[in-house]
């Protein structure tokens, strides 16, 4: 059993930043893919970066690559999604997920293991 728990969303200024924690408890599942993954009202849930093993591998959706960054504090379990330069589409409820395989393609149906969300509001 995987289990997973958000923390950090809030509400921030376009062009602001964020940065959205998951502690994630493993117990013997091992490699695996952490992702990040949001949901606006009325739309369907979508992939926002992922990482591999600890941080051996990234992926990033192209409408977040070069704002948002994904990292792994491996001592603590925890991962986290900084998100820079926010834009008002970026408003969401953020939530991690574990895939123990096939999690690169940030498809929401490869993963197992879901958190309960956080919200993140972003104001012009």
């Known amino acids: 059993q995987v289990q997973l728990v958000e923390s950090g969303g809030g509400s921030v200024e376009a062009g602001g930043s964020l940065r959205l924690s998951c502690a994630v408890s493993?117990?013997?599942?091992?490699?695996?893919?952490v992702g990040w993954f949001r949901q606006a009202p009325g739309k369907e849930r979508e992939g926002v970066a992922t990482?591999?093993?600890?941080?051996?591998?990234?992926n990033y959706a192209s409408s977040v690559r070069g704002r948002f960054a994904i990292t792994q504090d491996k001592a603590k379990n925890i991962v986290y999604l900084q998100m820079n330069n926010l834009k008002p589409e970026d408003t969401a409820m953020y939530y991690c997920a574990f895939a123990p395989e096939l999690g690169w393609d940030l498809s929401p149906s490869r993963y197992q293991f879901w958190g309960q969300g956080t919200l993140v509001t972003v104001t012009t």
């Open positions: 990482i591999y093993h600890s941080g051996i591998s990234t």
């Open positions: 493993l117990g013997t599942a091992s490699p695996n893919y």
